[in-house]
């Protein structure tokens, strides 16, 4: 699995490499559902590409297909059209690129497992050496402040914890492409951003491709490179919105800035238009 | 709570009193009539006949003296109370497991293989509506007298019930979990390990309790029916002889027998699944 050290590379995040193939490349994608006899088209045509270093985010209403798109990046769902290439190869049929790690929005902490049991699981399937897995995993929980926690059940957790565990299980195999869906969508605001500072802390010193799922446009904002603004069912690419907000950020401050106001109001504005499509009346 | 525990503990033990007192005398006191103990007997005559069957007293009424007496009055008779037991719990256990074990694994083979679960399931559910006790009499056909007869017939009560409860679990594993452990790299073989069986252990100790009951019976069932030693066949004896005393002997050594094993499996299961339900501590 290629390791990216937290200097070694370093690449300005819109000057990938002009060779490299894009982390993940979407084109075409397409999906229809069966839903009770009824056929229901959830995504239609969407293509875009997420560079290598790249933080990205899928904007929507609810019901727009986001998660749908990530869900076929991971191959948890099959695709009706379309193809989806990472680093610029099919993914084997079912089974998801080794460098790819996925946080989901549901909790899906192994609740049989201790926080630490959690987060080298990835490690032990892999069958890293003892020394270096117990190195890395208590790496993880110092990053993610679960000192203390090491051995406490997902039970015994409040939410934001327990997102920061999921969060560590998945970053604890150094993935270079993180797909996340919707993962602090259940939490409350002041924890969420809290989460966000500890997102782009990880996110600086490692520089992972990203693909994020959100129906948040303070979070987008606050954390992505750029956002692909879906419209509403189906699902397509309506704008992207490149988001040249300086580097390294500081996720309270930066909501001060005059350029995130404007950004913010102008993505407002075409997301507003959408919100309303599905409003019921 | 502790007060309301020992209050609780009080009651027990006058209810218990009660009961004992009403079947020691109740026959004799002040023309009662009834809990005749010529089909009941009474506290003090079963005592009595656990002495003697126990070998702890001979049938003279004297009590044995030391190991020589002991041992001797032990191969004079050839199903004393704990040749009896020996017998009965060696293959109750050896149903149990067996039961257990093939019950656990054709659980989770089925309720995770679609395609096995098409084929065999409609057969299981036909098995399983036999009485499987009305099968017990071609098991002593077909087996003999012996062990073998006694564990088979407690293996085919015990199998289903394992069966029936672990497919459930399985079948109902959170799609979460299964998606979790599939993007952090496991293979089908490694799901299975490391996330159906810790998930369904809280499905196969559910149908622990009942399965050591049922183990019990099949095993005390096929005694009745043709046995060289054994609880079952001590009933059958004692009730040859119109002894009730020694029947009872024997329903009270099954109880405190059936007590015991379930609090074994309760320590068990409070061990292993010591993750469920800790939150707050």
Redesign the interface.
């Known amino acids: 699995m290629g390791e990216r050290g937290p200097d070694a590379a370093n690449p300005p995040r819109h000057a990938a490499p002009p060779a490299a193939a894009p982390a993940i490349e979407v084109r075409g994608l397409g999906k229809r559902f069966e839903v009770r006899g009824h056929d229901v088209e959830a995504v239609r045509d969407v293509s875009f590409a997420v560079r290598a270093g790249e933080f990205v985010c899928l904007l929507g209403p609810s019901g727009c297909g986001k998660s749908t798109i990530l869900n076929m990046v991971a191959t948890l769902i099959a695709p009706s059209a379309g193809e989806i290439l990472i680093e610029g190869e099919p993914q084997p049929r079912g089974r998801v690129h080794p460098g790819v790690g996925y946080v989901f929005q549901k909790d899906t902490l192994f609740p049989w497992r201790t926080v630490e049991q959690n987060i080298r699981y990835a490690l032990e399937l892999a069958g890293v050496p003892r020394d270096e897995m117990n190195e890395r995993v208590a790496a993880a929980i110092a990053q993610a402040h679960l000192g203390g926690f090491e051995h406490a059940y997902p039970a015994a957790l409040s939410g934001g914890m327990r997102q920061r565990v999921s969060l560590m299980r998945a970053l604890v195999a150094r993935p270079q492409i993180l797909l996340m869906d919707e993962p602090f969508g259940a939490l409350d605001t002041h924890t969420k951003l809290g989460m966000h500072g500890t997102l782009l802390d990880l996110w600086e010193r490692d520089h992972q491709a990203v693909l994020f799922v959100t129906h948040d446009l303070s979070e987008a904002l606050t954390l992505s490179d750029r956002i692909i603004l879906l419209s509403a069912r189906p699902g397509r690419v309506k704008e992207i919105f490149d988001v040249d907000l300086p580097r390294p950020r500081d996720e309270v401050s930066l909501r001060e800035t005059p350029r995130y106001a404007e950004l913010s109001s102008r993505i407002w504005h075409s997301l507003g238009e959408e919100f309303r499509k599905v409003r019921v009346p | 709570m502790k007060r309301r525990r020992g209050s609780a503990l009080l009651w027990q033990a006058a209810i218990v009193l009660a009961v004992v007192a009403t079947w020691q005398w109740g026959y004799s006191h002040a023309g009662l009539k009834m809990l005749d103990p010529y089909f009941l007997s009474r506290p003090s005559d079963i005592w009595q006949q656990f002495l003697q069957l126990g070998c702890l007293k001979s049938a003279r009424n004297e009590w044995v003296a030391g190991a020589a007496q002991f041992s001797e009055c032990l191969a004079r008779k050839d199903n004393n109370l704990w040749v009896a037991l020996y017998s009965t719990l060696k293959n109750t256990f050896f149903g149990f497991l067996t039961g257990v074990a093939s019950g656990y694994v054709l659980g989770v083979l089925l309720g995770r293989s679609a395609r096995l679960s098409e084929i065999f399931e409609p057969l299981l559910v036909a098995l399983n509506s036999i009485p499987r006790i009305a099968l017990a009499p071609v098991i002593i056909l077909a087996f003999g007298l012996g062990d073998t007869s006694k564990i088979v017939t407690s293996w085919l009560v015990v199998v289903f019930l394992v069966f029936f409860n672990v497919y459930e679990g399985a079948r109902t594993v959170?799609r979460?979990?299964l998606?979790?452990?599939?993007?952090?790299?496991?293979?089908r073989w490694?799901v299975t390990s490391?996330?159906v069986v810790?998930?369904t252990?809280a499905w196969l100790f559910a149908s622990l309790t009942p399965a050591i009951a049922f183990a019990l019976i099949g095993v005390i069932v096929g005694e009745f029916i043709g046995a060289e030693s054994g609880i079952g066949r001590l009933i059958i004896e004692s009730e040859a002889r119109a002894e009730a005393a020694g029947m009872m002997v024997a329903v009270i050594v099954l109880m405190v027998v059936g007590v015991a094993l379930t609090t074994v499996i309760k320590r068990l299961q409070d061990h292993l699944l010591?993750?469920?339900?800790?939150?707050?501590?």
């Open positions: 959170d979460g979990f998606n979790a452990a599939r993007l952090l790299g496991a293979s490694q490391t996330v810790p998930a252990m010591r993750w469920q339900d800790r939150a707050g501590d």
